[in-house]
């Protein structure tokens, strides 16, 4: 009788390693779980979470610049007239800071399982977003209208710049909101990860602080 030949098997790296799959051993409940389809899993949450904190690592070393040389041109320029802030900016102030707020509400009414009112309060903050940049709009057109540009003296060029750069950056948060609203429905149907909606948050309250650090810089005359 022949003997079988046996052929060695090939060692082949595990689908687990390309596709996303959640490893473990066998079981059906909670501790093993087995190679369950997971495309959402921790890995997009972490780049999402690092490109976010390399973001505002990079937008507080360029406002740290300008600050900087904003302070020292006020404290040697003889050409230094403070330029009359409009009152709409403490208006844009509040609207960002309730945008902060609702976005909070949304994210806990996801937690909470309330998928309407998860939308609807992801839905105020872009309407509030929005509408911040919108005033900041109007707050230029304004000064415009006092005959007060940007190279009027170097008091509102810092006042354009500072307002100007914040709103730019503003506007990428706005359009990472815009995303969510699209994708709100697979965020509640859990077939999105909410990786983004937490990566956003983090960022739009870094954008509301920033904010804050700015009017302070230009209230305060330091």
Do not use: C
């Not at 994210?107 to 309330?114: D, E, H, I, P």
């Not at 009027?152 to 909101?177: K, Q, R």
């Not at 709100?184 to 920033?210: C, E, N, P, Q």
């Amino acid at each position: 009788m022949a003997t079988p030949v046996l052929t060695p098997r090939k060692d082949t790296e595990p689908p687990e390693r390309y596709f996303g799959w959640s490893g473990g051993g066998g079981g059906d409940n909670g501790g093993g779980g087995g190679g369950g389809w997971n495309p959402g899993g921790a890995v997009p949450a972490d780049v999402s979470l690092v490109g976010v904190w390399v973001a505002i690592v990079a937008i507080i070393m360029l406002f740290a610049a300008l600050s900087a040389v904003m302070l020292l041109r006020r404290h040697i320029s003889q050409q230094w007239i403070e330029t009359p802030l409009p009152k709409l900016i403490y208006l844009n102030s509040a609207v960002l800071l309730i945008s902060s707020l609702t976005l909070e509400f949304s994210r806990a009414s996801l937690t909470a399982g309330l998928s309407r009112r998860f939308l609807l309060w992801l839905y105020t903050t872009s309407a509030l977003g929005l509408g911040f940049i919108a005033g900041q709009i109007v707050l230029w057109h304004e000064l415009v209208e006092r005959g007060i540009y940007l190279a009027t003296d170097p008091s509102s060029s810092f006042l354009y710049l500072l307002t100007g750069a914040h709103a730019l950056h503003l506007a990428g948060g706005v359009i990472a909101l815009l995303v969510l609203v699209v994708e709100g429905g697979r965020i509640v149907r859990g077939t999105k990860s909410r990786a983004l909606l937490d990566a956003t948050a983090i960022y739009w309250h870094f954008m509301y602080a920033l904010w804050i650090y700015i009017l302070l810089l230009l209230v305060l005359k330091l």
